[in-house]
């Protein structure tokens, strides 16, 4: 017998050569929905599990032990009834393992470590999917991953999916309406299924005028869908209009990084002003400059007392 070499996998960044594909991006583009057609189409038997519900060691390595197995073994009946072992296909097995990011990473509990384990061991592929590429559990999970990254569609290309959608359902929705849904909702997919589908529980159709009434209810989970760079970018913007509150949701989305970014940003900021407005622009943002220097660091000094100190 003539074994074959395996054909090794030139080095990249991205790691093409793991067992395990990490898909990452924001929440409602449809990552689940990516690795289940995927798997399938390939000839997979899917074996789901959502890591946020199996978070420590002991319960993960039991769920896994024998799904990183080979094969999984099909009960069908063959076509002439016959049951017999030698009649039962096959299938290749592939583990999903949906919000890893929700994992524990803690010495003491170890999803994470876990599941790094049972993937460098495994005889099947695995496909991880998170939210947050950037948390620390992940980024080391990311090493053993095939690592690809997902990014939300553009406003206009899911809108055209949509009006599609609705149309197949009955439901007759103007390009202008659908833009402003996908808009609403941060291009969040499934955030629109959703309200379309309860639209066209009463409606037949959906005009601009009735979606701009309607969307005040998909408005507040806004927070949600911001990214930290997302916040500060509410707080450096010139949008005068913006409430006060809007500014502090920003901040909020990530009250550890945010500082960060103000900090290494706030001057470059006030100088990008002065490009644009003008030189008459300078006298006030050097004040700005000084008023926001003095706010960044009582920042720095009430954030030392809150969690060096513990003195809240």
């Keep these: 017998v003539h074994l074959t070499k395996e054909k090794k996998v030139p080095w990249s960044k991205e790691n093409p050569g793991a067992k395990a594909a990490l898909l990452s991006g924001p929440p409602g583009i449809g990552k689940t929905s990516m690795a289940g057609i995927i798997a399938a189409e390939a000839g997979y038997e899917i074996f789901e599990l959502n890591a946020s519900e199996t978070r420590n060691k002991g319960v993960l390595a039991e769920l896994l032990r024998d799904a990183s197995d080979s094969h999984v073994i099909s009960f069908g009946a063959a076509a002439s009834g016959a049951a017999s072992s030698a009649a039962r296909p096959k299938l290749k ?68 999916r949509l009006i599609e959608i609705a149309r197949s359902e009955g439901l007759s929705v103007e390009p202008n309406a659908a833009e402003l849904l996908v808009e609403s909702v941060g291009n969040d997919i499934r955030q629109c299924l959703n309200a379309l589908q309860m639209w066209a529980q009463t409606e037949k159709s959906a005009t601009y005028g009735a979606m701009k009434g309607r969307i005040a209810s998909l408005e507040k989970d806004k927070v949600q869908r911001l990214s930290a760079f997302d916040g500060v970018a509410k707080m450096f913007g010139d949008d005068t209009s913006l409430p006060l509150k809007d500014r502090i949701d920003g901040f909020f989305v990530d009250y550890n990084l945010s500082p960060l970014m103000m900090h290494e940003n706030y001057v470059r900021a006030l100088q990008n002003k002065i490009q644009r407005i003008g030189p008459n622009a300078a006298p006030a943002a050097h004040e700005r400059v000084a008023v926001a220097s003095a706010a960044v660091s009582d920042l720095d000094l009430v954030d030392a007392k809150l969690h060096q100190n513990n003195n809240w």
């Design 93 to 160: 097995r592939l583990v999903i393992m949906d919000e890893v990011d929700g994992m524990s990473g803690n010495s003491d509990r170890g999803g994470t470590q876990e599941l790094i384990q049972v993937i460098k061991k495994s005889k099947v592929p695995f496909i991880c999917i998170c939210n947050d590429r950037q948390d620390n559990k992940v980024k080391g999970l990311a090493n053993s991953c095939y690592d690809l990254r997902v990014s939300r569609p553009v406003k206009g290309m899911v809108a055209k």
